[in-house]
T-cell receptor
Framework: RKEVEQDPGPFNVPEGATVAFNCTYS??????FFWYRQDCRKEPKLLMS???SGNEDGRFTAQLNRASQYISLLIRDSKLSDSATYLC???????????FGTGTRLKVLA | GAVVSQHPSWVICKSGTSVKIECRSL??????MFWYRQFPKQSLMLMAT?????????EQGVEKDKFLINHASLTLSTLTVTSAHPEDSSFYIC???????????????FGPGTRLTVL
């Protein structure tokens, strides 16, 4: 089983829609998670961190479900500029290593 | 703040040559830097963890003699792809861990990446 799993998509949604992605992880002891967004041929950029139950930043909400070992990202009122690949990251304490999921591709359509 | 640069941004080389990629933290000291590789339509794969003043720790399956990593200062790490071959063509991205007081723990900041094409 992969350590961090994501549905690769693509998720095609109209502008203004609400879309949610999930990401499952296998290490029950992990405490730090992140969502990054990556545009085509660019580096990942930090979107949100998820340390406890959840985090909200404007239209973006991330939640952590420890019992089921998954992280979710909710995007409300989707914009065309939200089109990107969203990467889920599990961070390991001590070594500070990141394990990336395969990414979920989002296309917001006009 | 927390800006990471990489140089060069892209490079094309002949098979058999060596290529050096630099990763710099511009406005903070990075005790730990990481090197990733990303093939088309795949996610980032960690190649190695680089700590200033010590040997890099390589992930399983990554040849340390082929991918030489040097972390000589708190703001600079270099990755040298030795005797590059076409299968080494990829997007190489570095990141740096800030670790300052008040910063989020474990946050990594990524460089813009280097696109390597080996002919």
């Amino acid at each position: 089983r992969k350590e961090v799993e994501q549905d690769p998509g693509p998720f095609n949604v109209p502008e203004g829609a609400t879309v949610a992605f999930n990401c499952t992880y296998s290490n029950s002891a992990s405490q730090s998670f992140f969502w990054y967004r990556q545009d085509c041929r660019k580096e990942p950029k930090l979107l949100m961190s998820v340390y406890s139950s959840g985090n909200e930043d404007g239209r973006f909400t991330a939640q952590l479900n420890r019992a089921s070992q998954y992280i979710s990202l909710l995007i409300r009122d989707s914009k065309l500029s939200d089109s990107a690949t969203y990467l889920c990251v599990e961070a390991f304490s001590g070594t500070y290593k990141y394990i990336f999921g395969t990414g979920t591709r989002l296309k917001v359509l006009a | 703040g927390a800006v990471v640069s990489q140089h060069p941004s892209w490079v094309i080389c002949k098979s058999g040559t060596s290529v050096k990629i630099e990763c710099r933290s511009l406005d903070f000291q990075a005790t730990t830097m990481f090197w990733y590789r990303q093939f088309p339509k795949q996610s980032l794969m960690l190649m190695a963890t680089s700590n200033e003043g010590s040997k890099a720790t390589y992930e399983q399956g990554v040849e340390k003699d082929k991918f030489l990593i040097n972390h000589a200062s708190l703001t600079l790490s270099t990755l040298t792809v030795t005797s590059a071959h076409p299968e080494d063509s990829s997007f190489y991205i570095c990141s740096a861990r800030e670790g300052r007081a008040g910063s989020l723990p474990d946050t990594q900041y990524f460089g813009p990446g280097t696109r390597l094409t080996v002919l």
